[in-house]
């Protein structure tokens, strides 16, 4: 087994329902990815740790997860130069989505964060492979059937909306 190039970390156990979509894709994209909790709350010291320690270990993305006042992915963008996406995550201290979003979202300059939609664990795993495909021509090539393979299913609704009866004066057969 290879060494980790991503590493997914969250504010809490609670966090894992939504986190678990970013492990999802990444194993599906064959990048090899560790995950664990890391909170900047309850355990600072853990966090400043990981945060520092991660690049020597080989790790290449960091995608962090954190719900309400949600300081986990910038406070580890503080201490790394790794690229650190934020999924904001609607967990049960936030108060409909907007303080963890905004608390991920509005970093200051020079300290950036890539966020990702609300609960949007999925697309931090896509972007993290992405950001590792520049560098592996197997993650690379999976993209690219990941990709298809999206453009295919849509193509399928089409011809199963056209069955269905509905006119589409677009796409002529
Ligand atoms: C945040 O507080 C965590 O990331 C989580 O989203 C939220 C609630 O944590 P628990 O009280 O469920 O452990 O720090």
Redesign the pocket.
Known sequence: MSKPLVGVV??????LKIMKDAAEVLGHLGVEFELTVV????TPQRMIEYAETAKARGINVIIA??????H?PGMIASVTTLPVIGVP?K????IDGWD?VLSILQMPGGVPVATVALNGAKNAGILAAQIIALSNSDVAQKLTVYKQELKDKVQQNIREIKIAGYRNEFDKE
């Open positions: 969250m504010g809490s156990e609670s966090d909170s900047a709350h309850r997860g954190a719900g309400g006042a949600a986990l995550v967990s049960s201290n936030s963890s």
